[in-house]
Structures are given as C-alpha cells and as structure tokens.
C-alpha cells in the first residue's frame, strides 16, 4: 500500500535554532517527493520537488533531501524564524499516474521567541 | 496573477442544507483539482479535471457530492444534503499540464462546518 508517514508529528523549537523533519514513504514506483508548507488558514505552497536522480534540494533556508534507496527525505530548517510556523507536509507522487500524490499527515513547526 | 480563487472563505449551514463551493482557478491552467483536509485524515483528492473534463471522482466520498467545471475558469463543488461530518476544509488547486513534476497551486480554501 502507498504511504507517507512523517515525523515527529509536532516540534516546538527556539527561534534561531535548526531543525529537521523526516519522511519515510513506500510509494511505488516512485516518480517524485515534494514539500509543501502550509501557513495556519491558508492553502499549502510547495517549497522543493525531486525527482529519483535528485538527493538534494535548497529554497533558501529550507533544504529537502532524497534517499531513494532508504525511501527516506528529511526538511532541513537553518536559522529558524517565526514565520517558519506552519505544517510542512511531504507529498510523493507515484509514477504509474501523475496525479496520484500520496500525501503525509503533516508536521506541525511552532517557532517560540 | 491572483492565484487560484475560492469562495466563499467560509461557509457555516445546517445539516440537510445544500452547499455550493466555488473556485476560479490560475489562468491558462488545464488541471483542476478539488481536495478535502481534515485533522483526523489530512488531505483528500476528491476529485480532479484536465480541460474541464472530470478524470478521476474515486475520492468524492458519497453521491451527495458532485463537482462540475462548466468552463476553463470556473468549478462547482456541491454537497446535497450536508451532514455534520462534512465539516472540513475543502481547496481547489490548479496547475499546467506537462508532467508529473509540475506543482499544483492552491487556493485559500472555504472552511465549511455543517451544524
């Protein structure tokens, strides 16, 4: 069965401070992993997408990783500001179909002062 | 651009009610997509059109939802009758045909809660 699972569910991190989400997902055949970034009350935006060939990807401070072979990605934030505060969702999409995205529950990144 | 339009940004009803949800998406965009975000089961594509043609229903979770896309600029979802379960977060996104690669765009979304 196709899933995304993301983790840690929830994350209260210090403003200036680093972080990282994780992704594992069993989509197959894999065709690409995305990040979206969801503000409180608004749509989700997409921050990266990669495709199998792409381990890395920069968007300023955020930086997505891709192991294909682990079936594993993780969301790197440097420097963390509070605007950071939203759901970072990860979303894969399976080959076979180029519209069946597979979508994470979602990690939930609140930055304290 | 103004970004996929949706209206209204909230919707508050009673049960039995008839619901419209509307959504005017990116100009130029061929792909339209409805989704539905809950707490308990996050997003959910609903349903999704390719030149105003519906492709894929299989996520429209009962016959009291139907969606219809008149035109390039313009999609209907409506819910009759609501129930309370219903209540939710529906958006509509929109992107350009050309691969799996290509980023759908979203809406702000009509918050709906069904008393």
């Known amino acids: 069965k196709n899933q995304v699972e993301q983790s840690p569910q929830s994350l209260i991190i210090l403003e200036g401070k680093n972080c990282t989400l994780q992704?594992?997902?069993?989509?197959?055949?894999?065709?690409?992993l995305r990040w979206y970034k969801q503000d409180t009350g608004r749509g989700p935006v997409s921050l990266t997408i990669?495709?199998?060939s792409e381990n890395t990807k920069s968007n300023g401070r955020y930086t997505a990783t891709l192991d294909a072979d682990t079936k594993q990605s993780s969301l790197h934030i440097t420097a963390s500001q509070l605007s950071d505060s939203a759901s970072y969702i990860c979303?894969?999409?399976?080959?076979?179909?180029?519209?069946?995205?597979?979508w994470g529950a979602g990690t939930k990144l609140i930055i304290k002062p | 651009d103004a970004g996929v339009i949706q209206s209204p940004r909230h919707e508050v009803t009673e049960m039995g009610q008839e619901v419209t949800l509307r959504c005017k998406p990116i100009?130029?965009?061929?792909?339209l997509f409805w989704y539905r975000q809950t707490m308990m089961r996050g997003l959910e594509l609903l349903i999704y059109?390719?030149?105003?043609?519906?492709?894929?229903d299989s996520g429209m979770p009962e016959d009291r939802f139907s969606a219809k896309m008149p035109n390039a600029s313009f999609s209907t979802l409506k819910i009759q009758p609501s129930e309370p379960r219903d209540s939710a977060v529906y958006f509509c996104?929109?992107?350009?045909?050309?691969?799996?690669?290509?980023?759908?765009?979203f809406g702000p979304g009509t918050r709906l809660t069904v008393l």
């Open positions: 100009s130029g965009h061929d792909y």
């Open positions: 990669m495709t199998f």
């Open positions: 996104a929109s992107k350009n045909s050309g691969g799996a690669a290509d980023t759908q765009y």
């Open positions: 059109f390719n030149n105003n043609v519906p492709i894929d």
């Open positions: 979303v894969v999409s399976a080959r076979l179909s180029n519209y069946q995205l597979i």
């Open positions: 992704c594992n997902y069993t989509v197959s055949p894999f065709s690409n």
